[in-house]
């Protein structure tokens, strides 16, 4: 199982190298634009409050020139968050499905190891990736964002902002995982990722129509109010026990049905 773990980060490395870096690169490029946001804070709060409600919204815009440094990161992860979704939803999908796609299932699956342990390799791998592409990503930002800003948020309430980011990913990875599992031949991955994810972004956008806290529970993108985990030092109950659920049941089911399905080898 070892050897198929490093064999599949050697296969993602690529992929995960470009993501790391683009996903790096916009955070820190919109955190280095943050002073001229500072000096005019009063100006762009009045800006962003005539833009619609359902734009204001869709982008988590909430700028409240008191609190500007923890209004402009939680804008800055509202962007950065939905590509990292979509690279999450990536590595789940791709996760099984690409060896029915590449017709190398046959030849892995008759190999003396586990499908469960396939399973499990591959996951592992996914959870890897996600897990450097977080680490990376929050040293980046908290170093630019303490060159560019006089004041600065607390390490618990920066850490609890970006770890959102990852909560957002693991929830797309399980879900890619779930569908990696029980798909038959999925031939374009990025197709599938696209389709979910900006499907779970739009349902955030009907908040006005279906309900605040209705939405909150349909989509991952709603979980996490990035102002109020600023203000409290803290995540909303229960939303984070409805994505550590979620995780649970989507693995558990992925492994189920991957470990019950017939393998297509054509």
């Given amino acids: 199982m070892k050897a198929l773990f490093w064999h599949e980060l050697k296969q993602n490395r690529r992929t995960a190298i470009i993501w790391i870096i683009s996903l790096t690169a916009v955070a820190v490029l919109y955190m280095s ?53 979509i690279q999450a939803m990536n590595l789940g999908t791709a996760s099984l499905s690409k060896e029915e796609r590449g017709k190398t299932a046959e030849f892995l699956l008759s190999k003396p190891i586990k499908r469960s342990d396939i399973a499990t390799a591959k996951l592992a791998a996914a959870a890897f990736v996600i897990a450097i592409t977080n680490a990376v990503f929050i040293t980046a930002t908290w170093l630019i964002m303490t060159m560019v800003s006089k004041v600065s948020l607390s390490a618990n309430v920066f850490l609890l902002m970006s770890f959102t980011l990852m909560f957002v990913q693991l929830f797309f990875v399980a879900l ?42 349909l989509t991952p993108f709603k979980f996490f109010d990035l102002i109020y985990i600023f203000k409290h030092g803290a995540y909303e109950w229960p939303y984070p026990a409805i994505e550590i659920v979620f995780v649970i049941a989507a693995v558990t089911a992925g492994y189920y049905f991957y470990n019950r399905r017939d393998i297509s080898s054509i």
């Fill in 176 to 217: 890619g995982f779930l569908i990696s599992a029980t798909a038959n031949k999925i031939k374009r991955v990025l197709s599938v990722s696209l389709v979910t994810v900006f499907s779970f972004y739009i349902i955030g956008m009907f908040d006005a129509v279906l309900g605040a806290k209705t939405v909150r529970y």
């Fill in 33 to 85: 634009i943050f002073p001229a946001f500072a000096d005019a804070a009063d100006t762009v709060s009045k800006i962003y409050s005539q833009l619609p409600l359902a734009i204001r919204k869709a982008f988590n815009i909430n700028f409240d020139p008191k609190f500007a440094l923890a209004s402009f990161y939680a804008l800055t992860l509202g962007f950065t968050t939905l590509a990292a979704a």
